[in-house]
């Protein structure tokens, strides 16, 4: 959800203060007369005008043609946005196979996440320590939690951390490219028995998306 500017907030609470006085939607100019008695000067309609579209853009409400035509969108439905889960992959040599069948979905708030929420997002849950190093927005890569996959994401840097599939088997390894027909798959690991994968075009392995975010799962086992 897009953030609000001051301006865009002061016209926002203006309209639901007078529906909730008066239980109707305020003209564009009664919303003016209020904003301009709370301080917002507005040199003409057109002013409200853009506040009001700035408004619906970003979700906050809806119009149509009428003169009290503005309706308030419920904004707890958009606070938190399910991602669907589609398997787990290791964190190590790969061991697990990455299903496409949906095994669940993680409810997360939006705040959480930067990027614009579409069907190309979806979680895996990692196995194995050989990323327990690496980070993502200053958070590890540990056994058990969750990473988001942008699968979106096509054109891979070096130091991207990334999910592959090889020979049907799903790992979380961050991206190198060695040469024009060599890529490496390297662990970021406290445990040095982790190794890294070289894969040339004629091997059997998609790279499937860039990790984007890790949702940490804490450790609940008893002492």
Same mark, same amino acid.
């Given at each position: 959800?897009?953030?609000l500017?001051?301006?865009?907030?002061?016209? #926002?609470?203006?309209i639901?203060? *007078?529906?909730g /006085?008066?239980n109707?939607? $305020?003209?564009? !100019?009664?919303? /003016?007369?209020?904003?301009? !008695? #709370?301080? #917002?000067?507005? %040199?003409?309609?057109?002013?409200?005008?853009l *506040?009001? !579209?700035?408004?619906?853009e970003?979700?906050?409400?809806?119009?149509?043609?009428?003169?009290?035509?503005?309706?308030?969108?419920? /904004?707890?439905?958009?606070k938190?946005?399910?991602? $669907?889960?589609?398997?787990?992959?290791? &964190?190590?040599?790969?061991?697990?196979?990455?299903?496409?069948?949906?095994?669940? *979905?993680?409810?997360?708030?939006?705040? #959480?996440?930067?990027?614009?929420?579409?069907? &190309?997002?979806?979680?895996?849950?990692?196995?194995g320590?050989?990323?327990?190093? &690496? !980070?993502?927005?200053?958070?590890?890569i540990?056994?058990?939690d +969750?990473?988001?996959?942008?699968?979106?994401s096509?054109?891979?840097?070096?130091?991207?951390?990334?999910?592959a599939?090889?020979?049907?088997? &799903?790992?979380i390894?961050?991206?190198?490219?060695?040469?024009?027909?060599?890529?490496?798959?390297?662990?970021?690991?406290?445990? %040095?028995?982790?190794?890294?994968? +070289?894969?040339? $075009?004629g091997?059997?392995?998609?790279?499937?998306g860039?990790?984007?975010?890790?949702?940490?799962?804490?450790?609940?086992?008893?002492?």
């Amino acid at each position: 959800m897009r953030l609000l500017t001051k301006k865009e907030d002061l016209v #926002l609470k203006t309209i639901k203060n *007078y529906f909730g /006085q008066k239980n109707r939607m $305020p003209t564009i !100019r009664e919303i /003016q007369k209020e904003v301009s !008695r #709370l301080g #917002l000067k507005t %040199k003409s309609l057109a002013s409200i005008f853009l *506040y009001l !579209r700035h408004l619906e853009e970003k979700g906050f409400i809806q119009r149509d043609s009428g003169n009290r035509s503005i309706k308030i969108c419920d /904004q707890s439905k958009k606070k938190f946005c399910s991602v $669907p889960i589609l398997g787990t992959a290791s &964190a190590g040599t790969p061991l697990f196979f990455a299903q496409e069948n949906i095994e669940g *979905y993680l409810k997360i708030s939006r705040r #959480l996440i930067t990027k614009k929420i579409t069907d &190309a997002l979806f979680a895996i849950q990692i196995f194995g320590n050989s990323m327990d190093l &690496a !980070r993502i927005n200053n958070r590890r890569i540990e056994d058990g939690d +969750y990473v988001l996959i942008d699968s979106d994401s096509k054109d891979f840097r070096d130091g991207d951390k990334v999910l592959a599939t090889i020979d049907g088997l &799903a790992t979380i390894k961050i991206f190198h490219r060695i040469d024009q027909d060599t890529i490496g798959l390297f662990p970021q690991s406290s445990e %040095k028995s982790h190794k890294p994968i +070289y894969l040339t $075009p004629g091997d059997n392995f998609v790279i499937n998306g860039k990790v984007i975010e890790v949702l940490k799962t804490p450790n609940l086992a008893l002492a």
